[in-house]
């Protein structure tokens, strides 16, 4: 059980290697896919609950939730037709620590989802992530040319405290363009 100043140093390490449920369901406006859970969410049992993580942030501040939400509260994101998953399933501490035939293997299990569940875009919050899972080493930020089915494939920047590349405002700015396409249908 985690304290008031986060999981023990003992709940994290026994998180490793677990899962994460996902938040989904069929024809999603948005299914957003992180590269795999932390430890910290996985004792939470929240996606994105690291205290500096900026995903629940910039949702707010792109337009996709109209107040900024809990990861607490996750599961509302259905009701705003948008959804969470992660490209590997097995936590780990850093992102770091998966090695490239786990990411092509996700990479595998992530379209057969996406085709299944059919959401309108798949948002790959890593630009790291869908170079190596998806063997596109030259992919840059925004709409890809691939699809998944009839789903279109857009990648963000990772929200993750540790990516010092973009600030919060640069994060809803980009995230923010996605919503625009996805108001459109």
């Excluded at 069929?26 to 004792?43: A, E, H, K, Q, T």
């Excluded at 925004?142 to 990772?158: H, I, K, Y």
Aim: with cysteine; proline share 8%.
């Amino acid at each position: 059980m985690p304290s008031p100043r986060g999981p023990t140093r003992e709940a994290l390490d026994a998180a490793i290697g677990r899962t994460m449920p996902d938040i989904l369901s069929r024809d999603l406006r948005v299914l957003f896919c992180g590269i795999n859970p932390s430890l910290y969410s996985v004792v939470m049992g929240h996606h994105f609950a690291r205290p500096g993580n900026r995903f629940w942030p910039t949702l707010h501040l792109s337009g996709f939730t109209p107040r900024q939400l809990r990861p607490s509260e996750q599961a509302e994101l259905r009701e705003h037709g948008l959804g969470i998953t992660n490209v590997v399933d097995r936590a780990t501490a850093t992102a770091d620590q998966l090695d490239k035939s786990e990411l092509l293997t996700g990479a595998v299990s992530l379209e057969a989802k996406v085709r299944r569940h059919r959401p309108r875009f798949l948002a790959v919050l890593g630009m790291g992530a869908w170079r190596t899972a998806f063997a596109r080493p030259k992919a840059q930020l925004g709409l890809q040319p691939e699809t998944m089915g009839t789903t279109r494939v857009w990648v963000l920047p990772n929200p993750s405290g540790l990516n010092a590349h973009y600030q919060l405002q640069d994060l809803a700015r980009l995230y923010a363009e996605l919503r625009k396409a996805s108001d459109e249908g």
